[in-house]
């Protein structure tokens, strides 16, 4: 609000113009409760269920993003979802709001990881020469890599500890790759990385 003195219109002041406010900014925050898991959750708070019919989390698929679960009617402003999809890999999440006249409201994107426990995969594959080659984990034991070429010949080794690990590919020429992956108390896995 301004006020008007003697016929000037003076500074704002510090109130909030309450028409301004509502339906733009339902959501405070949408964020995986862990990045890497064998089961995907999402923590949701919002400032308001004020004439809010549904909520409903949404996974991009093949054909766009899709409904994975809904809660309606939305009662509480913190609430969670849960997916658990059918192939281990990278997804992409977000949360759909709609109100009492249909009108819909997005979240931001998130990422999530769905692995099993001690399984690792890698991402992008095929990856660019000189790019880094992301190696999930499902495990937060040290993890032994090795790289081998497709005749077998040793290429390069490392330890990493975390989830999400960066591999670099420099130096490393185009063609098929074997990466051999060691983790605490599991079998080791081979994984095919295709470099182009």
């Given at each position: 609000m301004a006020p008007l003195l003697q016929g000037k219109l003076a500074e704002p002041?510090?109130?909030i113009d309450y028409v301004t406010q509502g339906t733009a900014c339902y959501f405070r925050s949408f964020l995986p409760r862990q990045l890497v898991d064998n089961s995907i959750q999402f923590n949701v708070e919002l400032g308001s269920v004020y004439r809010l019919r549904s909520a409903t989390l949404e996974r991009?698929?093949?054909?766009?993003?899709e409904a994975v679960q809904t809660i309606a009617p939305l009662t509480k402003t913190k609430f969670a979802f849960t997916d658990l999809p059918q192939a281990a890999g990278r997804y992409l999440y977000r949360v759909r709001l709609e109100n009492l006249a249909g009108q819909p409201f997005y979240s931001q994107v998130e990422e999530a990881y769905y692995i099993q426990s001690g399984a690792a995969q890698v991402f992008p594959n095929p990856v660019?020469?000189?790019e880094a080659l992301r190696l999930i984990a499902g495990t937060s034991s040290p993890v032994s890599i090795r790289l081998y070429d497709m005749l077998g010949k040793f290429q390069?080794?490392?330890t990493v500890n975390g989830l999400i690990n960066q591999l670099d590919t420099s130096g490393?020429?185009?063609g098929l790759y074997l990466l051999r992956v060691t983790m605490d108390s599991h079998a080791e896995q081979t994984i095919r990385?295709?470099?182009q």
């Open positions: 002041g510090g109130t991009l698929g093949a054909a766009g993003y660019l020469a000189g390069r080794e490392t490393l020429k185009p990385v295709v470099i």
